[in-house]
């Protein structure tokens, strides 16, 4: 039986291609200051388990879903999955904790509900994120969203305030009223392409520093 057990686990352990094509996205390129084959583009997501390969002086920013973390690295093979982060040959210069991203997976219908969740760590969470005063809107579904506001919960009467949406950022603009930290609001978004718009329930945090990502996925 041990020897089965072994076997069975050393095939799962080396099972090619259709088990890494199932995982969903594993980091986000934050920025990118080279060449990378294949090529990425900035807030464009990274495929679980897909080499990157850097040129020698390419210079690569990545948030880590699984890990919560904003990793630099220069040249190598980038390869990332939810259980490892391996720059081959390459150097990783810089390394931060970083907010865990909100990931939502739009659904196919044409109206607003999202299926999904805040991602902590690898694992699902409750609806929490910082009151940071920026969020970088990533994913297939970013490009679409035309406005952004938030909500208190069960008042969606008006807003508490309406966030400036440009360049895949949606930003609290100078002056406006504090979240309280602990409060229950929606974050509201209308995309130009879907009639109804798509509601993110969550709990204020204090804030974290660095913008928070949304990552929009479509179906």
Not at 166 to 195: F, N
């Amino acid at each position: 039986m041990r020897f089965i057990a072994a076997v069975l686990w050393s095939l799962l352990c080396c099972w090619p291609g259709p088990v890494l094509a199932e995982e969903p996205p594993a980091a986000l390129a934050m920025s990118i200051s080279g060449s990378t084959t294949p090529a990425l583009t900035p807030m464009s997501e990274i495929p679980a388990g897909a080499p990157i390969r850097l040129a020698p002086d390419t210079e690569l920013t990545v948030l880590d879903y699984t890990r919560c973390k904003m990793v630099t690295v220069v040249g190598g093979t980038l390869t990332v999955t939810r259980f490892d982060f391996d720059a081959d040959g390459g150097k990783i210069t810089a390394e931060v904790p970083a907010p865990c991203p909100r990931i939502h997976q739009l659904s196919a219908g044409s109206g607003g509900a999202v299926a999904g969740g805040f991602i902590a760590r690898g694992i699902e969470n409750t609806a929490g994120w910082p009151l940071n005063r920026e969020l970088v809107l990533a994913g297939t579904g970013a490009e679409a969203v035309k406005t952004a506001a938030i909500y208190a919960a069960g008042r969606l009467d008006a807003p508490l305030v309406r966030l400036e949406v440009a360049d895949r950022r949606a930003r609290i603009p100078a002056g406006a009223p504090p979240l309280a930290v602990g409060g229950h609001y929606i974050l509201r978004l209308t995309l130009a392409d879907r009639p109804a718009p798509v509601d993110m329930p969550f709990i204020g945090r204090a804030p974290s520093g660095p913008s928070l990502v949304v990552v929009l996925r479509r179906p």
